[in-house]
């Protein structure tokens, strides 16, 4: 008998000119679905969002590798400066998620309007143990020289604000959807 899979997300409105696309992604969905362009493939037939899909997918995209890659499987991207690391990194990414026994990312995209402009309001939380945001945040601030580690200043040179709540796990992006992309 074949297996009936569950939906991952769902698409809602609220207010005319308002919605939200929720994402709750499972171990085996993280094993097997690359969710980032599903989701953005939807919010894409929002049409003012087309013109910011670019920086939406690069943010997006961030986040969910960070919660994926260290949240999840704790990879450190240190290693990937040195003499094939990159490539040491993608092996034990792959056997990390083959091997995840237990895990979640949540993930939401949620168009509200914040001082009459309109804002998407990106959210993403993750089952992982967190980290120490406020020196992450600090070390970006300083300038990040190294080959790695600089989607957090990516997403704030993007964003109107980033913010980490709690351990680290859960982090809110707002991204001004006011003014048109290129």
Known sequence: ??????????????????????????????????????????????????????????????????????????????????PGGFDSYMEQRHERL????????????????????????ISMKDSGAGFDHAAVMQRDMAGNQKAYGRGVALIRSLSQQVEYQGCGNEVTVLYSLGVKVG
């Open 1 to 82: 008998a074949a297996q009936a899979v569950a939906p991952v997300g769902s698409l809602s409105r609220g207010k005319p000119g308002e919605w939200r696309f929720h994402a709750s992604i499972g171990t085996d969905q993280l094993k097997q679905l690359d969710i980032v362009p599903l989701m953005l493939n939807v919010i894409e037939q929002i049409e003012h969002i087309r013109a910011h899909i670019s920086p939406i997918f690069l943010i997006v995209s961030e986040l969910y590798t960070n919660a994926l890659d260290h949240g999840l499987l704790h990879l450190d991207s240190g290693m990937k400066s040195e």
């Open 98 to 121: 083959q091997n995840l026994g237990d895990g979640s990312i949540e993930l939401s995209l949620e168009q509200v309007e914040i001082a009459g402009q309109p804002v998407l309001r």
